[in-house]
């Protein structure tokens, strides 16, 4: 706390004899799912295809029909559509595609280029191949195997997945954000790379292998998090420039690269001669969207993050005098690899990446749960995510408001504060749009044609109330 209480001289100081203007922290990408559905297609004929038989099977080699929605049959000639070869798809205009129970072989790369393509199924009677919401995978659901590449926005990938199949998720232009559960080990050759509108991925923590290209040409990726977890990293995984030669290369995100400090990624960064941003060791609890960063690696290997969330439906004696709306609590602590759980102290980054939309007005305040302490270590101001700073885990208590009766009072909890000033400033600075209430509760300085809207004259006033100056 001692912290926040430097912090609050500080903005003391420079509202009462100077107009400053304070930034919101920058909007994070909220990870989301969609499931895409098709109208009937129809069954593919022999004259669809050029293919070659083999042992008496089917061999599809390119598709040269002109159906968008389409059903490959089981058989051609009577004989069992047996393997898609590498590229037979490219760049076709299908928005649909079903694939056979007889299907054994799917080249990689299958649909390479098919812009359109936003959902691809696989019969229920394929032993080799199953689709979850029109993304194809192994039968067992541990391998993803291929990604349409007209689906937009964010994806997940699914807790269960230990590999990326190369290729997999190439040239998908319009995916902009991607997310992994940390059961994944293994991102296979060229799996994102030109994936030109990736803005942000999270790998897993357990993540061991990236092979060759897997994100080079992901020209809006400007960072990404390493694991130290990694053992294997193939050539030119991070390659930014197209055409490249050996003597020289170019970094799409030379300065937004984190890593441990001594690990394998760290020593292959620098051997790239490019420099790190040296991070801590990164703990996510995907489920509950929490990552916890060890600013100092202060916790054993193998270690894990456990996390619960609930709807509290009274809060602690210590939180009485506080109003609110909704109450939630999150407890985070560590499992060691011996099972025994802590409650570490150390030099923690807790972001809680997940619980925006349905969690975090403006009016939201996190509370690091210890007796007799009420002070907010962290409010929000309508981010989709929001981080702390924190000396210690465990219990973390999340109150929310939408009651502004109060004069002053922006945040809701019936209280006047130096968090009711802060809020007021930046939403005179524009950062921020308040809700009509809070806009009421914060117009305490009127002159008649500034009704509901927030100045700096208001805040300044907030502040001299809060301070004891008025």
Same mark, same amino acid.
């Given at each position: ?184 080990? +293994? $991102?296979?050759?060229? &799996? =994102? #790379?030109? %994936?030109?509108? /990736?803005?942000? @991925?999270? *790998?897993?923590?357990?993540?061991? +292998? $990236?092979?060759?290209? &897997? =994100? #080079?040409? %992901?020209?809006? /990726?400007?960072? @990404?998090? *390493? ?5 294997? $990293?193939?050539?030119? &995984? =991070? ?232």
């Amino acid at each position: 706390m001692k912290r926040l209480r430097i912090f609050s001289f500080i903005l003391i100081f420079a509202l009462v004899f100077v107009n400053i203007i304070i930034p919101t922290s920058p909007k994070a990408e909220a990870v989301t799912q969609t499931t895409y559905n098709s109208s009937v297609p129809e069954v593919g004929t022999k004259a669809d295809f050029e293919y070659r038989v083999q042992n008496e099977r089917i061999y599809i080699t390119k598709y040269i029909g002109t159906k968008t929605k389409l059903i490959i049959p089981e058989t051609i000639d009577g004989k069992p559509v047996f393997a898609i070869i590498a590229n037979s798809f490219t760049g076709s205009d299908l928005t649909y595609l079903k694939l056979p129970a007889s299907l054994s072989l799917l080249g990689s790369n299958a649909f390479n280029e098919c812009d359109s393509l936003t959902q691809v199924d696989v019969a229920e009677a394929n032993t080799k191949f199953c689709s979850i919401d029109g993304v194809v995978y192994s039968e067992d659901k541990t391998v993803l195997r291929a990604f349409p590449a007209g689906r937009s926005g964010s994806f997940m990938i699914p807790d269960g997945v230990t590999e990326i199949y190369n290729f997999a998720f190439y040239r998908c232009y319009q995916l902009e954000s991607v997310n992994m559960y940390n059961t994944v080990k +293994t $991102i296979g050759e060229r &799996a =994102f #790379s030109f %994936c030109w509108n /990736l803005k942000n @991925i999270r *790998l897993s923590e357990n993540l061991e +292998t $990236i092979k060759p290209f &897997a =994100f #080079s040409h %992901c020209d809006d /990726l400007t960072e @990404i998090h *390493l694991p130290k977890s990694i053992t294997s $990293i193939g050539s030119d &995984a =991070f390659l930014g420039k197209i055409n490249s030669n050996d003597s020289s290369k170019e970094y799409y995100f030379v300065d937004g690269i984190y890593c441990v400090k001594g690990s394998y990624p760290a020593r292959f960064i620098k051997s790239l001669g490019l420099d790190y941003i040296n991070e801590g060791t990164r703990f996510t609890d995907v489920s509950a969207g929490i990552t916890v960063t060890d600013v100092n690696n202060s916790l054993p290997a193998g270690s894990s993050l456990k996390v619960e969330k609930r709807l509290l439906s009274s809060v602690p004696d210590d939180f009485s005098n506080i109003k609110y709306t909704s109450a939630y609590v999150f407890d985070i602590y560590v499992s060691a690899p011996n099972g025994s759980i802590s409650v570490p102290q150390s030099d923690f980054k807790i972001d809680f990446d997940n619980i925006a939309d349905d969690l975090i007005p403006s009016a939201t305040k996190l509370y690091s749960h210890r007796v007799g302490d009420t002070e907010p270590i962290l409010f929000s101001l309508t981010q989709d995510s929001v981080s702390c700073e924190t000396d210690t885990l465990g219990t973390f208590i999340i109150l929310t408001s939408n009651d502004f009766s109060l004069k002053c009072d922006a945040d809701g909890d019936g209280r006047i504060t130096l968090t009711d000033a802060r809020i007021a400033l930046i939403a005179s600075a524009g950062f921020i749009e308040l809700t009509a209430a809070q806009k009421s509760a914060c117009d305490v300085v009127t002159t008649g044609a500034d009704n509901n809207v927030i100045t700096t004259a208001d805040a300044r006033k907030i502040l001299r109330t809060a301070a004891g100056l008025r």
